[in-house]
Antibody
Framework: QLQLQESGPGLVKPSETLSLTCSVS??????????WGWIRQPPGKGLEWIGN???????YYNPSLKSRVTISVDTSKNQFSLTLSSVTAADTAVYYC????????????WGQGILVTVSS | QSALTQPASVSGSPGQSITISCTGT?????????VSWYQQHPGKAPKLMIS???NRPSGVSNRFSGSKSGDTASLTISGLQAEDEADYYC??????????FGGGTKLTVL
């Protein structure tokens, strides 16, 4: 059974960089069938798509975040990561990693999510 | 890209049917058969309920169905049960090779 697990600091100071890692178990991140993504959800609000990455390293980002976001992949560790620079309180959210469906534009496996609070 | 438009809340009694709408544009919902729906219970991760407008993943109850007309997609839940009470989000692929979500709809089972 595929499992995804987010990890990283739960508290980040304003203007600093948020860094999270998603560890994938029960399947290979190098499978040619899948993209891997990050989605976030501010407290009490809706979902916001952040971006996707393929095992080869090709990426797609939300235009509204593109200037601050980098998603990378480490196939040797079966992990992919998110960095978000120059954070503000508006970046406080639960961050989810997820697997894009193999032949559809959806997300079929999700991590449990990690709350990241931006505060001094 | 703007969020897809969903009603903030819907409600229904057990056994009834409800429909949640999701309105976008020709650049997302109307341009692709790539609308998906997610169920989210409080404190939990979203769960895929419908993909490609109307496909149900294995294990999802056949009480859940999806459809689309023009720039508006819909999720219908028939035979409402107490366990269906949750937030529901639509999502669509877009012409920019990105994804966009709806604002979410809170379903209350009366």
């Amino acid at each position: 059974q595929l499992q995804l697990q987010e990890s990283g600091p739960g508290l980040v100071k304003p203007s600093e960089t948020l860094s999270l890692t998603c560890s994938v178990s029960g399947g290979s991140i190098s499978s040619s069938s899948y993209y891997w993504g990050w989605i976030r959800q501010p407290p009490g609000k809706g979902l916001e798509w952040i971006g996707n990455i393929y095992y080869s390293g090709s990426t797609y980002y939300n235009p509204s975040l593109k200037s601050r976001v980098t998603i990378s992949v480490d196939t040797s560790k079966n992990q992919f990561s998110l960095t978000l620079s120059s954070v503000t309180a508006a970046d406080t959210a639960v961050y989810y990693c997820a697997r894009r469906c193999s032949s559809s534009n959806c997300y079929d496996y999700w991590g449990q999510g990690i709350l990241v609070t931006v505060s001094s | 890209q703007s969020a897809l438009t969903q009603p903030a809340s819907v409600s229904g009694s057990p056994g009834q049917s409800i429909t949640i709408s999701c309105t976008g544009t020709s650049s997302d919902v109307g341009g692709y058969n790539s609308v998906s729906w997610y169920q989210q219970h409080p404190g939990k991760a979203p769960k895929l309920m419908i993909s490609d407008v109307s496909n149900r993943p294995s294990g999802v109850s056949n009480r859940f169905s999806g459809s689309k007309s023009g720039d508006t997609a819909s999720l219908t839940i028939s035979g409402l049960q107490a366990e269906d009470e949750a937030d529901y989000y639509c999502s669509s692929y877009t012409t920019s090779s990105t994804w966009v979500f709806g604002g979410g709809t809170k379903l209350t089972v009366l």
